[in-house]
């Protein structure tokens, strides 16, 4: 990068080309301040505070009957927004439904899809996903009497940070009966072939699931068209939806029919439900896989946010994103390449994700500093700063500020005054 692009007005130049800067105003955004932390609670937007209201406002006004009446009857809801979410992750709109939370999905489809017989007996994962997922897979092999430290297959990171395709299908053995694994690595962002992966597992006869919560509303996928088994995600993170919105699952149509591991209320066909029969008949689709009573307010923002994303395309999002992570790059390798920052997330634009994953012995302090100048970075123990410019509300003028900012709490050493250790939340 010469000194030309490394300018501020360069910067500008760049937010005056971008096609979803107007998506800013749609956010609540601090007028000093810059926020980098979407890949762990995107900001909230003006259109999802709107659609909250007209939620609470339809219980105000029809109680109980707002289960079929207003403008999105609660009933339907979780359909409704099972079908907004469909492009984002290459699904027909059947195949998913938002319900409950992440770790409750996982549950839920690992007591469907994990049916041990003969040799298969055995759940593939790997040793950097996000603890939650190894925590379920372990509850589930003990309620089918199997030991975790047996029956759990973890692949192990070569470096700490990523994950070979290589490694994983070697680990694909005739013990397998079920992988699951991220499609974004929240450890340094790389994006994993689930098309290669989902064709290996299949060859061996194991079915396949993938966490999406650091790629949905980040980059595009193909659920369907690769023959993916089941998915699952959280809504905060790029979709917006705010701190523990509901989560959603995928399930391709191949097992349709098959009974939920966990049935309940909601898993019952619409027409069935209020029968009150004790002999469920689960729904057809993906709204078999539903547990409890939707959360209602829970899922209200969601209304709004996704209307951007189909606005917007995420086509669109996922070519800003990409700039806007090779900007900060770029940036970081000329202005704060001798203050000992280690990047760790993949340079390739196919194999990174929408954040940064950025390695410092001081990162706690040095996070710490940046906020203290108005800047909101994700910490990750024992040395990580993570770093998302999100497409939807962030600019490249952001992504210039921020170096700056980093570059002068170096030079000054503002990170000494902090205690190098996190917070209760990161």
Known sequence: MNMENASLEYAKKLDAQDVLYKYREEFYTKEN????????????SKRSEASLLEIVEAWKQHGIDGWTEGEHPWFYLSEKLGEKMAP?????SDEIIVTASTTGNLHQLVATFYQPKEEKTKILADTITFPSDIYALKSQLRLK????????????????????????????????????????LYRSGQILDMKRLTTEAHKRGIIIGFDLCHSIGSIPHELSEWGVDFAFWCTYKHLNGGPGS?????????HFGKVPGLAGWFSSKKENQFDMDHELVPEEHAGAYQIGTPHVLSMAPLIGALEMFTEAGITRIREKSLKLTSYMMKLFEQELSTYGFIMRNPLEE????????IEHPEAARICKALKANGIIPDFRAPNGIRLAPVALYNTFEDVWKTVQ???QIMDEEQYKKFENKRGVVA
């Open 33 to 44: 301040g810059i926020y980098l932390d979407g890949n762990s609670l995107g900001l909230m």
């Open 88 to 92: 984002l992750v290459g699904a027909f």
């Open 145 to 184: 009497g199997f030991d975790p430290e047996e029956h759990l297959v973890r692949v192990e990171s070569r470096d700490g940070h990523t994950l070979s395709e290589e490694d994983i299908i070697a680990a694909m053995d005739n013990t397998i009966s079920v992988i699951v694994l991220s499609s974004i």
């Open 246 to 254: 509901v989560g959603a699952l995928y399930v391709n149509r191949k």
């Open 350 to 357: 196919n194999r990174r994700g929408g954040h940064l994953f």
């Open 405 to 407: 900012v980093l570059k």
